[in-house]
């Protein structure tokens, strides 16, 4: 039987099962775990460009620790990024690895691509990664020297690394379904990206498009700076773009940050929507703690007045 793709996977974590529309919930489907919050990328509309925390790599025990309560508990799916770029993560391939070996059946990978070497794909899909998504989010050097605010070498790394990966699964004939998402843009934007994206598509097994999130709010002033219009809150990919109340991000999917701290927000860079401190109780405990089960229950009477998803543009 086939595998369902990136976007049937994505689809059923932002659209909320009916067992899943309550304050207090069962293990979720996905988690997202940070293994770094380095990122070598500036990128004008993600909030890990603002550094509100400190920098930091996950510990490793922390790491085994709690993938194995995740698996007792019922997650299945695991990604091990969250904010930061995995690539810069030394034992990257050891953390898959691990995942895989204690239970958990689909490990995914999103990242830029600049750092996803040829070597280092091969190394995550021998250790069993089930899936790896490149975000294509420039349509040439000129806007992505301006958006990323990096060399426009990793604009040209990327897209070779994309390529090299499809190759390295072939040869090794590794079962690693390979994706790549890009925002849509308007107008002139968008045909320069539909340039990019007829390139690469080739090369991959899905591609789908994003809108330009808002994250969080906190990312909002580059945006208006960058001129590009951003979509209320998280509500999805382009074309099964979900209601922003109440947000499948607090309900469907964990986040965990490098430190252990357990988020309710997929866009939560500086540890605002923190629900619970993982190091200090476990991983269900954390996910139906008191503040988690208040939060949830604002979101079900789609009130979030008073907490601390006010902030975000989604509710404004």
Known sequence: MEKPGITSRIDAITRIPI??????????????????????????????????KTRGEMDRGFFERVVGEMVDAGVEELGVFYIGESFMCDWLPDAIRYAKERGISYVFLTTNGSLATPARVGACMQAGLDSLKFSMNSADEEQFVEIAAVKAKLFRDSIANLKAARAVRDLGSYK??????????DGA????????????????????????YSMGSVATQREEELGYRP???????????????????????????????????????????????????????????????????AHLRKDVKGTICESCVAYQ
């Open 19 to 52: 067992r899943y529309l309550a304050p207090r919930l069962p293990a979720p489907r996905a988690v997202k775990i940070e293994l770094t919050s380095q990122c070598n990328y500036r990128c004008g509309f993600c909030a890990h460009r603002l550094r509100m």
């Open 176 to 185: 690693c379904g390979l994706y790549a998402s890009s925002i849509q843009y």
């Open 189 to 212: 934007q968008q045909d320069r990206m539909m340039e990019l994206v007829e390139e690469i598509r080739p090369f991959v097994d899905e591609h789908y498009w994003l809108p330009l």
């Open 231 to 297: 979509i209320a809150g998280n509500q999805g990919r382009i074309g099964a773009l979900r209601e922003p109340l109440p947000c499948w991000s607090a309900f469907t999917e964990g986040h965990i940050t490098h430190e252990g701290k357990l988020s309710a927000c997929c866009f939560d860079a500086g540890d605002k929507w923190v629900m619970a401190d993982l190091k200090q109780v476990s991983f269900m405990d954390g996910w139906n703690s008191d503040d988690f089960v208040k939060l949830r229950g």
